[in-house]
């Protein structure tokens, strides 16, 4: 974390300095409908931009209390870590380390434990998987918006009615909003509220009314499956009550256990009966009663003795998915690929968006419903401010659907799959081992880390793709360790990867390259920010720091000992701020005291180096060679639009 750049300030330097005067609340940049976790991260990311106008409202009189989501994968952390946010998850969440499989004992019909494995692999992420309450991460979330120069809350008790696009050219999106938290006690006044908006994204769940409004339905199957779930605090003699635990019985059903942060509460997912057509999960009358009974069937011969139920829900899922992720996009692949370039195509930028269970939703088996919501609202977040703010082209929003749309299918076919197993009721020893495989394999997947974006305006080719194995274009930028230069700082590469919009180039010098006058890498920093044609003095405004726009980092492969920051090009010791003072955290060397250095960790060719390119969500857009400066040039001039005011 870096601050005082402007000059000394005691106190928390969490909390902006600076606030944005109150701007109109009927005439917003972006109204965001629903506090869940896909809208939260999308107001989050959007406060880090002071220039925007965001409003966020919420039908529920205030925060999540208690309940829904627990699982947040690998990556959901590592972009809680871009937040700021990723260490108070850790420290307060059941770390998923293990995941046991039960099921019949084949010889006796007993319970018994098939398996035991480890359920993070060996440097996958640098993070962990964890269990925490969606309320918890809510509440994170919360923290960073009140925090940010917007001091931004949730407008509760606020619910969207009505929602459509008019004529109008600055703002031309109509929502209609009343409040929803009228009691007999304290009326409120139901006048409806308009609001115009550039955009509007509909972050706002599986019964979606700004989904509902475009006139879209979620298609898929039916959701039929109802599923009991409940957290609670219990006695019972099944060993591994601590671990995560897949229970498959042989007569009464399937059971999932997930440990709860704070060392005693479980939760056990229990699934229930298929509804009939037209039939709710409220009809059948479930209970705390009835999941208890049913757990306890499950576990026999082991005891269950429930002392407390902490939240329970019984909930209908199915598999199911929006073909249409924003107002334009009808038909995504042909839509996107008959782009004009100005990204208008007749006039038909993107304004209303759905992100979350609004466009997707899927078994809670996978764990994925709160991860992939926010995923979505990561990946459209900063296209909406650097759209809204000027400095990218409208078409850059048509990604959104043509990423998240992707992804989403991805989800539900792999939801199925799982379900289907997890639900079969083992009949050999070979099929229970096959849910258990699949489960493994799987496991990279659930951990969000496969995701991998098409090629498109901001993902490239993969020609060069070889010059670091390990770091691939179109998947999340994979951290591993450095020492940071000036101060010899143990830590993570990928922590440079703040949610705060920027662009970053990534170098990773050849062998011998110190960062001298003359080297690849003087080279190359003297072109992005001196060359006119080079992306950094092309694209960064006047009176805004050099790296505001586009942030460089470079990786020696020295030791930090061995280097002379003197040595190193302006660039790589920029100075900024109001004082002109030195920004010392640019450079890198390998942390080498635990095995491979991050060169052989990722794959990176140690003799040619690589330029890497990563978006502002952490994915990478490029891997280049050092010395291909048109590859370089072209990927920010795909997408971005120059300052009326130009740096240099
Ligand atoms: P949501 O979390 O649903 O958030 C949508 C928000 O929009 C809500 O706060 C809602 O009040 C608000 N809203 C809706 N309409 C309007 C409107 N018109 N105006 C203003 N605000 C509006 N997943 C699991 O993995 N495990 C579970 O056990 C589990 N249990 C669940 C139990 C329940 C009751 C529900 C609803 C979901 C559960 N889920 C569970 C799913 C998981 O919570 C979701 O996948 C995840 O929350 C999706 O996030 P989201 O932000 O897209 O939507």
Redesign the pocket.
Known sequence: MQYHQDGFRPGNPSLAEQVVPPRSRSNVDVLV???????LTLAAQLTAFPGLSVRI????PGP?QV?????IACRSMEMFQAFGFAEKVSKEAYWVNETVFWRPDAATGRLARADRIQDVEDDLSEMPHVILS?ARVHDFYLEVMAQSTHRLVPDYG????DVKRTGDVEYPVMATLRRSDSTADTPTDDTPEVVHARYIVG???????VRRALGYRLEGEAARQLWG?MDVLAVTDFPDVRLKAAIQSADHGSLLIIPREGGFMVRM?IELDELDDGERAGDRGVTPETLIAKATAILSPYTLDVKEVAWW?A?EIGQRLSDRFDDVSSDISSDISGDDGDGERSGRTPRIFI????CH?HS?KA?Q??NV?MADAFNLGWKLASVIEGRSRPALLHTYTEERHAKAKELIDFDKVISSLFSAKPTSSQEAEQFQQYFQKQARYTAGVETRYEPSMITGGVATQHLSSGLVVGMRFHSAPVIRLADAKPMQLGHVLEADGRWRIIVFAPAGDRGQAGGAVAQLCSFLADDPAGPIRRYTPDGVDVDDVIDVRAVFQGSHRDMDLGLLPPLLTPTKGRLGVIDYQKSFCPDVRNGPDIFDQRGIDRDAGAVIVVRPDQYIADVLSITDRAALAERFDQLMIEPVTRSG
């Open positions: 409908v629903g506090s869940g976790p896909a809208g409202v919420e039908q529920r999540l309940g829904q989501a627990d699982g969606q606020c619910q969207l009615i972050c706002d769940g599986a019964r979606s009314t779930v997912y829900s909930y992100a979350g269970d609004a939703t809670p764990g419903g709160m919501g």
